[in-house]
């Protein structure tokens, strides 16, 4: 069983580009360039050395004492919390606004849900000097007020998308409108291993450093480079996909992938899409996706406002078909005790979609001598406001 992707650009049966006729240009050069550009030795080292001077990489991979006590099993926290900008979002802006320079490409468009994507890529133009466009339902503009003001500050133009239910997948639709009215000039960063291929290589790619580190890290401080299990929660899947990047083919390592139930699986207000997707066909790729019976794209709901998306990429996809990965979902409850309790453990503020993979813990027993790496995939600061609510602080 293979579960990287083939040539033609799928994970088994999920992944490939199925794109409208008039963005085939855009796909077709970016296909054409991603892998001969990634291996490019000056690439490599642009890329590298960004990750290290300005994301501040390697990220560390913290033993948990107070956690792996608590649950009697050896806890290891893989630290993207701690890059620049609070998450693993800009392993993957960073490839992406190289490869776009490499590509020549000066003007660069995305989406973004939360804002946090959009802040990842308004960082990276900033630093690049280059023009930066974000897509935001008008909704999520006004929820997420903090977000659309660092966009700004940092160059960003934010431009509301005023159809549909005015969020996520709105804003995409618009930002796939742009980029076929600009197939010259400008290049689509998409933020999750989601999106036609190439995209969801490339994204995987980028996010590869996380298992990199992994093993060398692991290598110091176990004497060993595999774990016995890799948790991540799953959104679209990028901070997943890197950190399980490079155990994707030796079995001894366990992956575990924490999707949100939000108010519960069954309650309606959830966004556990591998339990409750089906086939489809979402921006671009086919994959797993939340819809009704005749097919509509159905709005998830988590209370993180990174893992409502109402697909998964096409890797996790292959990873569920195929029971390769063990899907838990976590609902908004579970995951917030989990992240309250890293606080007082352990004194690290997870994000909300981290604190989902933390829930782990409370649902699956692991034994004594089990080696856990688990991807903190952000830190809790922009949620701040949420956990006030919901404990009442
Ligand atoms: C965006 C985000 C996620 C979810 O996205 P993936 O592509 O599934 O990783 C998870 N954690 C944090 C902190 C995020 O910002």
């Given at each position: 069983m293979n579960y990287n992707i083939n040539e033609k650009g799928y994970y088994g049966e999920f992944g490939g580009a199925y794109i409208p006729e008039m963005l085939y240009p855009n796909v077709e050069e970016l296909r054409q360039n991603y892998l001969k550009v990634m291996a490019e030795p000056e690439f490599q080292k642009e890329f590298n050395q960004l990750l290290k001077d300005y994301v501040?990489?390697?990220?560390?991979?913290?033993?948990?004492?107070?956690?792996?006590?608590?649950?009697?099993?050896?806890?290891?926290?893989?630290?993207?919390d701690l890059n620049h900008t609070g998450a693993h979002k800009i392993n993957n802006t960073i490839g992406q606004i190289l490869m776009a320079k490499r590509l020549g490409k000066?003007?660069?468009?995305?989406?973004?849900?939360?804002?946090?994507?959009?802040?990842?890529?308004?960082?990276?133009?900033a630093l690049m000097g280059l023009e930066c466009i974000v897509y935001m339902g008008e909704i999520d503009i006004a929820r997420q007020a903090p977000n659309v003001a660092?966009?700004?500050?940092?160059?960003?133009?934010?431009?509301?998308?005023?159809s549909g239910s005015r969020t996520l997948k709105d804003a995409t639709n618009e930002a796939i409108r742009d980029w076929i009215n600009n197939p010259v000039d400008t290049h689509y960063i998409i933020g999750s291993v989601v999106g036609p291929h190439p995209y969801p290589d490339m994204v995987a790619r980028f996010q590869a450093v996380v298992s990199e580190e992994i093993q060398?890290?692991?290598?110091?401080?176990?004497?060993?480079?595999?774990?016995?299990?890799?948790?991540?929660?799953?959104?679209?899947?990028?901070?997943?996909?890197?950190?399980?990047?490079?155990?994707?083919?030796n079995t001894d390592v366990k992956l575990i992938a924490i999707e949100a139930a939000g108010l519960g699986v069954d309650s309606g207000e959830s966004a556990a899409t591998s339990v409750l997707g089906k086939e489809g066909i979402i921006h671009g790729s086919k994959t797993l996706l939340m819809q009704t019976n005749d097919g509509q794209i159905t709005?998830?709901?988590?209370?993180?406002?990174?893992?409502?998306?109402p697909g998964v990429g096409p890797m996790h996809a292959h990873l569920y078909k195929t029971g390769r990965a063990e899907f838990i979902a976590i609902t908004d409850d579970q995951a917030m005790n989990a992240g309250l309790e890293l606080c007082k453990l352990e004194g690290i503020?997870?994000?909300?979609?981290?604190?989902?993979?933390?829930?782990?813990?409370?649902?699956?027993?692991?034994?004594?001598?089990?080696?856990v790496v688990l991807s903190l995939s952000g830190r809790g600061d922009k949620d701040l406001q949420n956990y006030i609510d919901y404990f009442k602080f």
């Open positions: 501040g990489r390697p990220s560390p991979l913290y033993f948990a004492k107070r956690l792996s006590k608590k649950y009697n099993t050896k806890v290891y926290l893989k630290r993207e000066h003007r660069i468009i995305a989406e973004t849900g939360a804002g946090q994507h959009g802040v990842a890529t308004a960082t990276v133009c660092r966009m700004k500050m940092l160059g960003a133009t934010v431009v509301p998308a005023l060398w890290q692991l290598q110091e401080h176990e004497g060993k480079t595999n774990p016995d299990y890799v948790v991540a929660c799953v959104g679209g899947g990028s901070n997943a996909a890197g950190a399980y990047y490079h155990f994707l083919e709005e998830p709901y988590s209370i993180s406002a990174g893992l409502d998306y503020i997870p994000a909300i979609e981290s604190s989902h993979a933390l829930a782990v813990f409370e649902q699956k027993k692991f034994q004594p001598e089990d080696v």
